[in-house]
């Protein structure tokens, strides 16, 4: 069956992220796994020579363990008031040793998992080396990543905004959000920002090209367009969050290489950071053929920085 796999460090905003997720699986009919991965501190690059016994390895799985099973507990409370005939996503836990990146690639290639969820983290330096690993799932996973805020709460979609660059494979996303959209009957509104350097001619006909393809090739008769003018990518997208309503903004993430990744985040990244909305990332073709060296170059990075900073 169908799965939601949520990532959870056990914080509040992960756990509202878990909630929203519940909800999504409920209207979905989907199950729901709930996955942490914990850290042993002499695993860890900057933790020095220090010893862990098995012993305290072991607590720190009982404890992750114990975490898992309390969280699901709670979440399972979320699905009493539900009327006796409605469906219950069957809710799992998996625990796991060792920084994500290593296993985020297994996660994916499980054909039942349809998307991961994850909330927010904190900002700060820090956080963005050690402890936010939201770039490196971007930059990795073949599957959508769903991006809950703080304080977020589910309720039914209606509107959905796509952020669209018009080429052939985005149709691919729009079949896949059909999909999202058809149990609530909710509104697909694809979203093209004509940047200033675009001209007018070339957008009408890009446009036009487009729409033949999606009126041929995806059956959904709630699809909806419009274009916002004359004005750059990164705004675009901060007008779209601010004043067009909808309940979940859609993006594609593009690669970009390592070099890139470490002098400019992209913009699916910087609205990940600092969206106000469920943001639904996709990943583009080119992500999905680059997974594996993605992987081992995640790894490879945070040992480089790591090292530089010890």
Request: glycine letters at 4%; one cysteine or more.
């Amino acid at each position: 069956m169908k799965t939601i796999t949520v990532l959870t460090d056990f914080s509040e905003r992960a756990e509202n992220a878990a909630r929203y997720a519940l909800h999504l699986a409920q209207q979905l009919h989907a199950n729901i796994t709930l996955y942490n991965s914990f850290l042993v501190p002499a695993a860890e690059p900057l933790a020095g020579q220090v010893y862990w016994s098995m012993e305290d390895f072991n607590l720190l799985q009982q404890d992750s363990e114990k975490q898992l099973g309390l969280l699901a507990a709670r979440l399972k409370e979320e699905l009493t008031d539900l009327p006796v005939n409605a469906f219950r996503p069957a809710i799992h836990c998996k625990s796991q040793e060792g920084p994500l990146y290593r296993y985020i690639h297994k996660i994916t290639a499980d054909r039942d998992v349809m998307l991961l969820v994850m909330g927010t983290h904190r900002k700060g330096l820090a956080s963005l080396i050690m402890g936010n690993h939201m770039r490196d799932i971007l930059g990795t996973v073949s599957l959508p990543v769903l991006i809950v805020p703080e304080n977020q709460f589910f309720k039914k979609l209606d509107k959905l905004i796509f952020a669209t660059d018009l080429t052939g494979s985005d149709l691919e996303i729009i079949h896949a959000l059909t999909e999202l959209a058809r149990p609530s009957h909710a509104d697909i509104t694809l979203a093209y920002i004509e940047t200033p350097e675009t001209t007018e001619d070339a957008t009408k006909r890009l446009v036009t090209d487009f729409l033949e393809e999606v009126s041929n090739k995806i059956n959904y008769p709630k699809i909806y367009y419009r274009t916002v003018k004359g004005i750059p990518l990164k705004t675009g997208l901060k007008w779209l969050t601010e004043n067009v309503t909808c309940d979940l903004f859609v993006m594609v993430h593009r690669h970009k290489s390592f070099l890139e990744k470490l002098l400019n985040l992209s913009n699916t990244q910087k609205m990940a950071a600092h969206t106000n909305l469920p943001l639904l990332v996709y990943p583009s073709r080119e992500n999905i053929a680059q997974n594996l060296n993605s992987v081992i170059e995640s790894g490879y990075q945070e040992n480089i920085i790591a090292s530089a900073l010890s």
